[in-house]
């Protein structure tokens, strides 16, 4: 089973400084996704990728596959970026069925102005 | 937009009740899963479907059943339901491989 630790698990930070959030998971995968939940519960899937860099908006998200390790990054991060971050890797065998995600413990961002 | 929903947000049952927990998904997904959220352990899967009438354990299936008689549909059950399945429950679904959509969650308080 994939171990998937995530760090920090807390961080508070100002507005407009950039933000790391790392993953690192123990197996071969194949795909590693970045989810976002808000107070009230509701989880959106900001990534998924399995290999290089992905952009949208002020997200970058990066994989290396060979060192099992990804990182979220926020550019110019602002109060409505405040949120639990959750890394989360698909199996990596691939053959039908539907695997369930394992997550990591989440890291809760707060931005404060 | 896909969209999938749970049917209640907030629920309160007694120790021992039935309980149903409804997920929709409009999109055609084939696969649909069911999480529960719990301070310090994180998501944890209890169980999936990769197809109608098809359901797979996940890690921590005990005290829960699902149904899907139909694409859209994923059902969770518990049978009787016990104080230590009080949770936040998560419905998700994905295409085949693809990126999975979640649902708003539904926080059930079991007394």
């Known amino acids: 089973k994939n171990e998937v630790e995530q760090s920090p698990q807390n961080l508070t930070a100002q507005e407009g400084e950039f933000i790391t959030i790392n993953c690192s998971y123990s197996v071969g995968i194949s795909a590693l996704h970045w989810l976002q939940q808000h107070p009230g519960g509701g989880i959106v899937s900001l990534f998924m990728?399995?290999?290089g860099k992905k952009k949208h908006g002020r997200l970058i998200a990066t994989i290396n596959i060979q060192e099992k390790h990804s990182s979220l990054h926020i550019t110019a991060s602002h109060p409505r970026d405040s949120a639990v971050y959750i890394c989360a890797v698909s199996p990596g065998y691939s053959g039908g069925g539907a695997d369930g995600l394992t997550f990591g413990k989440g890291t809760h961002l707060i931005i404060q102005p | 937009d896909v969209k999938v929903t749970q049917s209640s947000r907030y629920l309160v049952k007694r120790t021992g009740e039935k309980v149903f927990l409804e997920c929709v998904q409009d999109m055609d997904h084939e696969n649909m899963f069911w999480y529960r959220q719990d301070p310090g352990l994180g998501l944890r899967l209890i169980y999936f479907s990769y197809d109608v009438k098809m359901k797979e354990k996940g890690d921590i299936p005990e005290g829960y059943s699902v149904s899907r008689e139909k694409k859209e549909r994923f059902s969770l059950i518990l049978e009787s339901a016990s104080t230590n399945q009080t949770s936040m429950y998560l419905c998700?679904?994905?295409?085949?491989?693809?990126?999975?959509?979640f649902g708003q969650g539904t926080r059930l308080t079991v007394v």
């Open positions: 998700a679904s994905s295409p085949g491989g693809g990126k999975a959509f």
């Open positions: 990728l399995s290999s």
